[in-house]
Nanobody
Framework: QVHLAESGGGLVQPGGSLRLSCAASSTSALGAIGWFRQAPGKEREGLSSITVRDGKTFYKDSVKGRFTISRDNAKNTVFLQMNNLKPEDTAIYYC??????????????????????WGQGTQVTVSS
């Protein structure tokens, strides 16, 4: 069992930035960690993912160029730097982990059912 804990959410004005953190209890059996979000009334969507072993990154078009995913393997932590935030970025942000048996194309596509462990989420609100 892997436990994930997100932090770093909050209220930010449009155009502002936030850095989310996802601390994992262990990454030894993980293939990747990803970031997802869910806005009220909408389905959960994948944003970005990073492989644990070699740091390969993937982004959805909606956040490419604005969000950057990174990792600190020594601290079992993955970050999501979010810049130029927009009101439509308002959502609960979750990190999730896929095991090392997960095919790379599932990791890259960020299908929610391919990720086995989920954090509790952190609220991000973009508003003036």
């Amino acid at each position: 069992q892997v436990h994930l804990a997100e932090s770093g959410g909050g209220l930010v004005q449009p155009g502002g930035s936030l850095r989310l953190s996802c601390a994992a209890s262990s990454t030894s059996a993980l293939g990747a960690i990803g970031w997802f979000r869910q806005a009220p009334g909408k389905e959960r969507e994948g944003l970005s993912s990073i492989t644990v072993r070699d740091g390969k990154t993937f982004y959805k078009d909606s956040v490419k160029g604005r969000f950057t995913i990174s990792r600190d393997n020594a601290k079992n932590t993955v970050f999501l730097q979010m810049n130029n935030l927009k009101p439509e970025d308002t959502a609960i942000y979750y990190c999730a982990a896929a095991t090392d048996a997960t095919p790379l194309f599932h990791i890259a596509n960020m299908r929610t059912r391919s990720y086995d462990y989920w954090g509790q989420g952190t609220q991000v609100t973009v508003s003036s």
